[in-house]
């Protein structure tokens, strides 16, 4: 018992990857207004090494119409909104000024 010593090693303390309380109340204050405005469905978050999103889908469908993402490969958060082709609408590094700036268009049917 007397050669017993402490080793901790805290370098390799990973960084979580997730939105936070204030991310998360953000994006879904944002998400009940669209399902009371009759515009979006249903919603999914998709989880990786590099981002979180949360999916937006207007009904069930493999393809979401939009993606709120957060981007953790650099040292700053930057969040981005995606549309259904992947491709990046607006980019900010602060969340609420980017929900804020976009303009939520409403889905037509088209025959």
Same mark, same amino acid.
């Given at each position: 018992?007397?050669?017993?010593?402490?080793? #901790?090693?805290?370098n390799k303390i990973k960084k979580e990857i997730f939105f936070n309380k204030i991310e998360l109340k953000l994006i879904l204050n944002l998400y009940a207004k669209m #399902?009371?405005?009759?515009?979006?469905?249903?919603?999914?978050?998709?989880?990786?090494?590099?981002?979180?999103?949360?999916?937006?889908?207007?009904?069930?469908? =493999?393809?979401?119409?939009?993606?709120?993402?957060? =981007?953790?490969?650099?040292?700053?958060? /930057?969040?981005?909104?995606?549309?259904?082709?992947?491709? /990046? /609408?607006?980019?900010?590094?602060?969340?609420? =000024?980017?929900? =804020?700036? /976009?303009?939520?268009?409403?889905?037509?049917?088209?025959?």
């Amino acid at each position: 018992m007397q050669n017993l010593k402490l080793v #901790v090693n805290n370098n390799k303390i990973k960084k979580e990857i997730f939105f936070n309380k204030i991310e998360l109340k953000l994006i879904l204050n944002l998400y009940a207004k669209m #399902v009371s405005n009759g515009e979006w469905k249903d919603y999914g978050l998709s989880i990786s090494k590099r981002e979180i999103s949360f999916n937006v889908y207007h009904r069930t469908s =493999n393809v979401p119409i939009y993606r709120i993402t957060k =981007n953790l490969t650099s040292k700053n958060e /930057i969040y981005s909104i995606k549309n259904s082709n992947n491709q /990046i /609408i607006r980019n900010s590094d602060n969340l609420e =000024n980017l929900l =804020n700036k /976009i303009v939520w268009k409403k889905l037509k049917l088209v025959n």
